[in-house]
């Protein structure tokens, strides 16, 4: 179980850890990352595409209703909460590829998540029988983690700390501002407030 502020993360950065963990440590990573909402999944889908350099699609995909973007390399599924549970339902065994499912926004209580959550509950207990074989990941800004770890009775709880995350936030886009501001300078020596970005812009586009 994952808690921490709104905006820290969790959602577009927790993904990416555990692929980056998994190509680092020879480990398979494949992972699913559900949202209640149809634009969070395919809007997400397409920032964390962006943040590893590719287009949506490739190694980040998202299924949403009947469209669905994703290739035989992608690596992190985002879906909604209730394609999820029809596919946790009726075709489990199109999960067996999964190392990894991250249910966000489980605060929400909606009745996609509790029942998704009853059935994984139901398939953790029984990893004997299935063929499904996946760490459970839980995501949110707000809620009650002791629920959560007494309904799954083997769970631990990680709670990101706001403010080791956005003093680091800040520090770096100081620097990086800093550095920009220079880089301008240098190339088109002096000008008035604002006149950096109008310049980097109309650069960028000539
Ligand atoms: N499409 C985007 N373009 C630019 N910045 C984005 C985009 N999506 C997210 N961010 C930024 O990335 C940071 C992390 O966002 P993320 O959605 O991962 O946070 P979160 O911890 O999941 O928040 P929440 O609890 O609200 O879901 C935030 O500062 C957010 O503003
Ligand atoms: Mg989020």
Known sequence: MISGDTGCGKTTQ??????????????????????????AASNIAKRVAVELGERVGHKVGYQVGMESRASPDTKIMFM???IFLMRLVNNPDSLAKYTHIIMDEVHERD????????????LLGSKEEGTLNFKLILMSATFNTELFANYFSRSSIAKIEDTEVYEGVEEQYR???????????KEWGRAEPGAW??????????
């Open 14 to 39: 927790v993904p990416k850890y555990i692929l980056e963990h998994g190509q680092a440590n020879n480990q398979e990573a494949n992972i699913i990352c559900t949202q209640p909402r149809r634009i």
């Open 80 to 82: 909604t909460t209730g």
């Open 111 to 122: 009745l996609d998540t509790d029942f998704s959550l009853v059935v994984l509950k139901h």
């Open 175 to 185: 620097k990086e501002e800093a550095e920009r501001e220079l880089k301008l300078q």
């Open 197 to 206: 970005d109008k310049l980097a812009n109309e650069k960028e586009h000539a």
